[in-house]
């Protein structure tokens, strides 16, 4: 099959497009024909070699397919060759105290699909039977695959830790991104007031589209004045936060007193400083937050299906330009999600 793969770290030029075995899948997996696969920035991590993510070599990315049924392995009864289905990113072992109790990614064994295993940069891919859901009547492979990373990871960092709630107040970090485009959807959803940040003049039309009630350009006006501004000096109720250092004192300084701060990533670096004097006197709430469970991809594919979200596909490029769509992500471009798609 073809396939993207790095045989070693580094930038996105280590990237190659070139001719792999086929997969075959074991007793209780599939065997994907993959027809869409979205860009996350575990793909860029991953590639770079950070220490997180150990992995062998080479390797190929991409936790976020979508495609068809190609093969079934023995014991699998459940799905058929040409049934077409999305592949939950998040990989569990199933056995541990968390996996029982549902919290999938508390999983003592807990990886991500294209940085535990191989991925989606690629004609076929191996998946477990019940990673498989099936995609909506009239849900494209492409909108399928730019589903489930970001907006598991934007449910359960709002709904399941943050806990919001219809009438708060919500800032979510750029509007633009992955999870800040699922995150504004997802807020208002469940009836919050939301406000959003975005890199450049030009994005501040597409978050309002999203359904933002306020967007903040963090490249001229400081965050949590604005912030301020918008809430007669209160502050937010909640604080989506992806980015890390770049923002975090920004993040504690909107957040109203009691409020909850729920961050998921650090894209801008891993260490920050904290004044522990502003968060027991403000009495503010830290919550760590990381991908979701399968019981929350069903409810966004539920979601979906009615047209209460919707990701927002920035660009599609063909598999053999993988390049081009890392390096469209890492210069900060796009406005929703970059997807692979892959021709028969």
């Known amino acids: 099959m073809r396939a993207v793969v790095f045989r070693t770290h580094g930038g996105p030029e280590v990237l190659e497009y070139t001719q792999v075995a086929d997969p075959k899948p074991l007793p209780g997996e599939i065997r994907v024909r993959v027809r869409a696969c979205a860009l996350n920035h575990l793909d860029i991590w991953v590639r770079q070699g950070v220490p997180a993510y150990s992995i062998a070599l080479p390797h ?198 009691g409020g909850r701060l729920v961050t998921c990533g650090a894209t801008s670096g891993p260490q920050t400083s904290l004044d522990l004097r502003y968060v027991f006197s403000r009495q503010l709430t830290l919550l760590g937050s990381m991908m979701g469970t399968r019981a929350e991809l069903a409810i966004l594919l539920g979601l979906l299906k009615a047209g209460s979200i919707k990701p927002l596909i920035d660009q599609v490029f063909p598999l053999q330009e993988a390049r081009a769509a890392q390096e469209r992500m890492l210069a900060r471009k796009q406005f929703g999600k970059l997807v692979l798609t892959v021709v028969e």
């Not at 049924?69 to 459940?78: E, L, Y």
């Not at 959803?189 to 589209?209: N, Y």
């Not at 400081?222 to 909640?238: M, N």
């Open 60 to 257: 190929i990315s991409g936790c976020d397919v979508a495609g068809v049924v190609d093969t079934v392995g023995a014991g699998v009864t459940q799905l058929k060759p040409g049934d077409a289905v999305v592949l939950n990113p998040g990989l569990n072992c199933g056995a541990c105290v968390f996996c029982h109790a549902g919290k999938d990614s508390l999983c003592l064994r807990y990886g991500i699909r294209g940085a535990k295993t191989d991925g989606g940069y690629a004609e076929f891919t191996l998946a477990r039977a019940i990673d498989a859901f099936p995609i909506p009547k009239g849900v494209s492979f492409e909108t399928a695959a730019a589903l489930p990373l970001v907006f598991m990871t934007a449910w359960h960092m709002l709904a399941a830790r943050a806990l919001l709630q219809s009438g708060e107040t919500v800032l979510i970090h750029a509007a633009g991104s992955g999870v800040g485009h699922a995150g504004v959807q997802i807020a208002k959803h469940l009836g919050a007031r939301v406000i959003t940040t975005v890199g450049s003049d030009d994005k501040i039309a597409r978050a309002e589209a999203l359904g933002a009630d306020a967007v903040i350009a963090y490249n001229r006006e400081s965050i949590d004045e604005r912030v301020k501004q918008l809430t007669d000096g209160r502050g937010v109720d909640v604080v989506l936060d992806h980015i890390g250092p770049q923002v975090w004192d920004a993040n504690l300084k909107s957040l109203a007193k």
